[in-house]
């Protein structure tokens, strides 16, 4: 069993920032090949926003977020953050935290375990 627990949303004005946690355990060895985050809002697919591969450094970044958000890890506390800043009215979502195999990238099918996911709400 695989566990993902997300920390750190909530609401912010726009220009602000947030730090999203996500600590992995299980009650086996795991070691994913990516970890990352993804957001949704009602009524439209889930889209991924950042990706990292755990002992890595490469990171992957959508489009939209790029230059604003840092994904990062503290590889030894099984911990994944996410560091937005400069936030803007479209970010607000629920950011859902996944780690999976074998591809890595923001976004895609690799995910095999999620986070219960933590709200992002940013306001003008």
């Known amino acids: 069993q695989v566990q993902l627990v997300e920390s750190g949303g909530g609401s912010v004005q726009v220009g602000g920032s947030l730090r999203l946690s996500c600590k992995r355990s299980s009650t086996y060895t795991y070691t994913p090949v990516c970890m990352g985050w993804f957001r949704q809002v009602p009524g439209k697919e889930r889209e991924g926003v950042a990706a990292i591969r755990p002992g890595d450094t490469r990171t992957y970044y959508s489009e939209s977020v790029k230059g604003r958000f840092t994904i990062s890890e503290d590889n030894a506390d099984n911990t994944i953050y996410l560091q937005m800043d400069r936030l803007k009215p479209e970010d607000t979502a629920m950011y859902y935290c996944?780690?999976?195999?074998?591809?890595?990238?923001?976004?895609?099918?690799?995910?095999?375990?999620w986070g219960q996911g933590t709200q992002v709400t940013v306001s003008s």
């Open positions: 996944a780690a999976g195999s074998p591809t890595c990238f923001a976004g895609g099918q690799w995910p095999n375990y």
